[in-house]
């Protein structure tokens, strides 16, 4: 059994074209039906303003599988601590036996979810989208655009952030990376010209209604993760010409379908692994808008660890 | 963090009186109300026969929790290993760091099953209970009468197991515990005269009916975890005076309440944690029937995670 920390895995493995392979052929295997993959076991630590979060897979046949634990402690910035940690095991599929643990508080979780809003884009977005509105400025807000570039000319991004102060330093970092950044006071604002929108906050709120929606765009929405969780309105999911979670069980749960209210779907639910394994061309045209909510899943989990692995131990 | 392995775990923490002492605190949390416990995350690697669960389990205001990964994987023992493996997380309740990750390979599973049983027979069974029924010849049978010596002067085991040899080589191990031993060749013959009964076996079929039952007895059925599993048929349920299992939940489904069918149950479900922590008398006299059902849950690996610990430490 190996042990690998933080920094070393994170020299390791990159926002880049092996690791978004990987994580969508997780999704491609899901999409086949060939993935066993259990509800997230979640605990809240409420004394704490807490909680831990387990997902896991496995793809059937494959060598390896994880089981990955997250803790989120939102009080943790007041201690002078990241809020979220965590780490993966992996584990022999033959034997059961821990292969590895990967100490990387939350890195590639990090990486995995950036790469599932590029995956979502090279299938719905125009392929010739330049334009990101990022919503929101924290760390999935950089990573997001990074993982984005891999599949667009990205060249331009418009943010809007709750606080002004968080926008104008993620304007700076971002214009760092050759992007042209402008900052904006409103969602709508933002929005105007874009042909991604990428939804990175944890509001609790609807942010994002239908009439911010420019024609053709893509909305990538990656911030609801949890019951309380939201930033779409309704009128987003009808107004889109398709609508893709990565599960549809989790977004009900955990996604932006709970904007339903547990009503049947006036609109055909996809979900983005059988998008990519049955070649589904849900854009029609460059007027079509289309939105992928994305809850996080465990099959992203299983294959980004096993990637990590892979290249940790050079093979 | 700090990492522990195996024997340095096993070297530290036995069936003692005080890792009963953790154990049966964290039950009697539980009772009160005051332990938050998720359902039991559950994965089958058909393909190898193996599955793997994880458990979890916070008790408020402690100051650490554990997540327990157990994975199974039935063919290994064709490979010359074990059958059972895993680890448990220790992770700080304030901050969600990990403090330590003990790589115990299920020991602590069978430290805290053991305890279980004997916690069971602590709060049920007949103080001058003397005599042992054990079905099954695992490891299990042996731990759960060493357990047992903690809370009854056991001074005699009966024994049945499938294989008879099985049942010949426990024999001569707990002989050489100065145990007497008598090896039976049916259930019904090595309960006769048993003060307690401990089923201990991976059974899908009842094995116990209401007329191995002799008067005053206790059993503990320790061998269901699982939905395809039981012990109890449905007359040892209805035979008892008082039924008591850990959760009820997982009695219904993993346990021994699956017996019902999904009907509901015509006797009072007792909780394990509510009679500790109510002090609740079941026991009327030497005649009453106490079984109880544990099928394991998350809070007994917070509690012995925790105790594991502080044992490790020094603390």
Known sequence: MQLYHHDAI???????????????????????????????????????????????AHIRGAERFAIKVSPGFFDNPKLGLPSLNGL??????????VD????????????????????AARHLARTNSRRVAVLGAGEQAERQ?????????????DVWARRREAAEAYAETMRGRGLAVNIHDSVHAACERADIIVTTTPSREPL??????????HVTAMGSDSPEKRELDESVLTRADAFVCD???????????????????????????????????????????????LTGTGVQDTAIAGFA???????
């Open 88 to 97: 993966m095991m992996v584990f022999s599929a033959k034997t059961g036996l």
């Open 100 to 119: 590895a643990v990967l100490f990387d508080a939350g890195y590639l979780t990090l990486v995995r979810t950036a790469l599932a809003g590029a995956i």
């Open 208 to 217: 994002l209604w239908a009439q911010d929606l420019p024609e053709g765009v």
């Open 247 to 293: 599960t549809r069980a989790q977004s009900e749960s955990n996604g932006e379908l709970k904007a339903l209210g547990g009503k049947e779907a006036p609109f055909k639910v996809h979900e983005l692994g059988r998008v990519i394994a049955e070649g589904q061309r849900l854009r029609l045209s460059d007027a079509t808008i289309t939105v992928c909510d």
């Open 309 to 315: 692995l892979s290249r940790l131990v050079g093979d």
């Open 10 to 56: 994170a020299a390791a493995v990159h926002i880049d074209h092996g690791a978004l392979a990987a994580v969508e052929a997780g999704f491609a295997a899901l999409g086949r039906g060939e993935v066993v993959q259990p509800p997230i076991l979640s605990m809240a630590i409420e004394e704490s303003n807490g909680e831990v979060d387990v997902k896991t």
């Open 145 to 157: 655009v990074e993982a984005l570039r891999l599949v667009r000319d990205i060249d331009t991004v």
